[in-house]
């Protein structure tokens, strides 16, 4: 199977900047798809952004100009620059990718990292 481990969430004020990482590790592997979603308290989880592997991008409304999402395939990474943050992009962040592993395909998910911005 595969394994998610996410980086690089934490505390910042409104109108800064952080950067997560997500990587990938386990045998015999492919990634398609990778993504970050996140869920604040009391709400669902939703998606932030997505990005295949030939580099075509997705990204929610609401984080659009703000968030750039990029990937390193050699090294199964994926990474959420977040810039001009905002106190409502308080959440957690989960990594999620999209695998083949021999026969299975699957969903994998990383533990989620907090990402707080205060007022």
């Known amino acids: 199977q595969v394994q998610l481990v996410e980086s690089g969430g934490g505390l910042v004020q409104a109108g800064g900047s952080l950067r997560l990482s997500c990587a990938a590790s386990g045998s015999r592997f492919s990634i398609n798809a990778m993504g970050w979603y996140r869920q604040a308290p009391g709400k669902q989880r939703e998606l932030v952004a997505d990005?295949?592997?030939?580099?075509?991008?997705n990204y929610a409304d609401s984080v659009k100009g703000r968030f750039t999402i990029s990937r390193d395939n050699a090294k199964n990474t994926v990474y959420l620059q977040m810039n001009s943050l905002k106190p409502e992009d308080t959440a957690i962040y989960f990594c999620?990718?999209?695998?083949?592993?021999?026969?299975?395909?699957?969903?994998?998910w990383g533990q989620g990292t907090q990402v707080t911005v205060s007022s």
């Open positions: 999620n990718a999209e695998f083949r592993s021999g026969f299975y395909f699957g969903p994998a």
């Open positions: 990005i295949t592997s030939g580099g075509n991008t």
